[in-house]
């Protein structure tokens, strides 16, 4: 069974940075496994906010509201996938979820992990 665990999430001044972290467990051939960070509120509901394939090209797509202050990045080996989160704003606060999607499309998900952007 496929398990993820979030960790990283916590409360940060507007324009700080913070990185979260998954850790997959279950997991046999993590590579095949599309990563992705989602986020939600109970005003926006719940967003993607990027994800990068498995592949050796670590290709990676980035909604435009964080594009240029989050970068994704994965460690197959370790079977992890972190999100670095710069310049943060009110707006960033969510609770931020990490999924893995397989090749016949299931995916799972982690608990979550809370960010709050708070002067």
């Known amino acids: 069974q496929v398990q993820l665990v979030e960790s990283g999430g916590g409360l940060v001044q507007p324009g700080g940075s913070l990185r979260l972290s998954c850790s997959a467990s279950?997991?046999?051939?993590?590579?095949?496994?599309?990563m992705k960070w989602y986020r939600q509120t109970p005003e926006k509901g719940r967003e993607l906010v990027a994800a990068?394939?498995?592949?050796?090209?670590?290709?990676?797509t980035y909604a435009d509201s964080v594009k240029g202050r989050f970068t994704i990045a994965r460690d197959n080996a370790k079977k992890t996938v972190s999100l670095q989160m710069n310049s943060l704003k009110a707006d960033d606060t969510a609770v931020y979820y990490c999924?893995?999607?397989?090749?016949?499309?299931?995916?799972?998900w982690g608990q979550g992990t809370s960010v709050t952007v708070s002067s």
């Open positions: 999924s893995a999607t397989y090749t016949n499309g299931k995916e799972y």
């Open positions: 279950g997991v046999s051939a993590f590579s095949l496994y599309v």
């Open positions: 990068i394939s498995g592949s050796a090209y670590y290709g990676t």
